[in-house]
């Protein structure tokens, strides 16, 4: 039964399979020398390792291996930070990228581009359930594999390509229970309503700017409400009370998973103030999505098209942008899975772009039903050829998104300066403590200690000095600098390291920080 079945999918199967290692390519080429390994990185994986660490603990103590704080100070020497309340699921991807790859700085690297791989599977099963047509569910995935978007997040350490992988595993079974169906016939399938919630909570846990995405599926009930028949009230709260179940379940259970975590940490000596999941969703809230509203810029307002112009490219803008046209020309909107599919792409790109919520990662999680759409858009073009042409115009398209995808290879190529400095302090047998630099979570991840971060030491220093394009001479990092004997200089490539071009950061020259070198990490020798 099984070997019929490949038999009868085959080129659906190979085609994937082509499409996924293609993508895996991009996704993983050079993955474990990469340069990118910054501040938030390191902060990720430092509290994804605590996470990791804690059951090996707990283990070996019930076993009676040693007392708590001997084995804590063993397998947590002294690099302590979690609790990080606003994207909790991605902390446990890191916990699991270390208990798997090891402790190294590629370890997130490797699970996010697993997570890209993964996404683009739920996506292609999303477009063939929607259309029916393999072919056009091959497009679709093909297109969400090479896009900038997906490359930038899969080779970087972002939340949102978690959140993304959340968002279209709930589509697809929100999508199941609206395919073929009527709104009220829809009710009959909650397992299909509660399943999508509980991915959505793990999205909403994962990046809160998804609250933009969970909007647009608000907006898409209330107009299946509005279209079906009169009287059908119940039925709109029963749905929505089956989504909100399990959502809320989840995000109830990460609060209080954390919060057992923090008290477990605390209990085996490392002090920590408890700081709800909920009030750090409220900050965030509060500062950048409904504080962005009140500053929005012109510029911002076409932040994401700019975004998926440039990571992207131009005919894969065309595509998306389109697509309300060829929506209402085809009369899809008689299809509820693609009506849904249509609200909440289209909904997140104006939400984020009328707030001003000007983050390039956001985007991740929904470039992959931004795919679909543009493959829509892009197969209904091409339906419209005669025949004679349209393999000739499939293939020159192809080429051409191609030659759009914003990759370059030399930034893949570039070598962070950073691990090389730790190596070199390490070497010279430096105390942790005693280093003071404001990428402390990088060195304190390198050197599996917790290094300086206060002004707070009366010995020597060893400041570590990187260029800051807003520091000025009076700050104190330049004074110490004036101070201090130089001791090592080391490469530092420009940039922010990424796959895509248009991540490539090329400050303004150091003209208020003349100690500073743009492409240079220096270590200087201070006594205090």
């Not at 002294?78 to 994207?87: A, C, E, K, L, Y």
């Not at 790859?101 to 997570?115: E, T």
């Not at 359930?129 to 350490?157: E, H, P």
């Not at 998104?401 to 070598?415: A, E, P, V």
Request: proline residues 3%; hydrophobic residues 50%.
């Amino acid at each position: 039964m099984m070997i019929e079945k490949i038999k009868k999918h085959k080129m659906e199967i190979f085609g994937l399979i082509a499409i996924l290692l293609m993508a895996g390519f991009f996704y993983f080429y050079n993955i474990t020398q990469k340069g990118l390994f910054g501040y938030d990185e390191a902060f990720q994986l430092l509290t994804g390792n605590s996470y990791a660490q804690i059951p090996k603990i707990g283990v070996n103590y019930l076993l009676g291996r040693g007392a708590l704080g001997d084995l804590t100070a063993k397998y947590l020497p002294g690099n302590v930070f979690f609790q990080m309340s606003t994207r909790p699921p991605f902390a446990f991807l890191n916990a699991l990228g270390i208990m798997i790859f090891g402790y190294h700085d590629y370890s997130i690297f490797v699970m996010d581009g697993i997570l890209g791989l993964g996404s683009i599977i739920v996506l292609y099963f999303i477009a063939q359930k929607i259309t029916k047509n393999y072919k056009l569910a091959l497009l679709s995935a093909f297109l969400f594999g090479i896009s900038g978007y997906q490359i930038y997040a899969a080779r970087g350490a972002f939340s949102t390509i978690l959140a993304g992988f959340f968002a279209l595993c709930g589509s697809f079974f929100y999508i199941r229970n609206i395919d073929d169906k009527s709104y009220k016939e829809g009710l009959n399938l909650k397992s299909d309503l509660m399943i999508a919630g509980f991915f959505w909570g793990l999205m909403f846990a994962s990046h809160y700017s998804s609250l933009f995405f969970l909007m647009s599926v608000g907006i898409f009930e209330i107009l299946m409400f509005y279209l079906s028949a009169p009287g059908s009230f119940k039925i709109f709260f029963k749905r929505l009370a089956f989504l909100a179940i399990s959502f809320l379940g989840v995000v109830f259970f990460i609060e209080i998973l954390l919060q057992l975590i923090s008290y477990l940490l605390m209990k085996v000596g490392y002090p920590h103030r408890v700081v709800s999941y909920f009030y750090e969703l409220r900050r965030f809230f509060r500062g950048d999505l409904v504080g962005d509203m009140y500053n929005i810029k012109p510029q911002d307002l076409w932040f994401y098209g700019r975004m998926i112009n440039i990571l992207n490219g131009l005919p894969y803008l065309i595509l998306f942008l389109i697509s309300p046209v060829v929506f209402f020309w085809k009369k899809y909107r008689h299809n509820l899975s693609l009506v849904f599919v249509f609200f909440v792409a289209m909904g997140m790109f104006l939400f984020a772009s009328l707030n001003g919520f000007a983050v390039p990662r956001a985007m991740v999680q929904i470039n992959g039903l931004v795919s679909l759409l543009a493959a829509l858009v892009f197969w209904e073009i091409f339906h419209l050829l005669k025949k004679n042409y349209k393999g000739f115009a499939y293939f020159l398209f192809i080429i051409l998104l191609i030659f759009q995808m914003r990759i370059n290879w030399g930034i893949l190529n570039l070598k962070s300066g950073y691990k090389e400095v730790a190596e070199f302090l390490s070497k010279e047998n430096i105390p942790a403590e005693d280093i003071y630099t404001e990428t402390w979570p990088i060195f304190s991840f390198y050197l599996n200690k917790k290094t300086q971060i206060f002004n707070n030491n009366a010995r020597t220093i060893y400041y570590v000095a990187e260029y800051h394009e807003n520091k000025s001479v009076d700050s104190y990092d330049f004074n110490i600098i004036s101070q201090g004997e130089l001791l090592a200089t080391f490469d530092n490539p420009i940039g922010r390291f990424s796959p895509v071009r248009a991540e490539v950061w090329v400050p303004r020259p150091p003209t208020k920080w003349p100690a500073a070198e743009l492409d240079k990490i220096k270590i200087y020798k201070v006594h205090r």
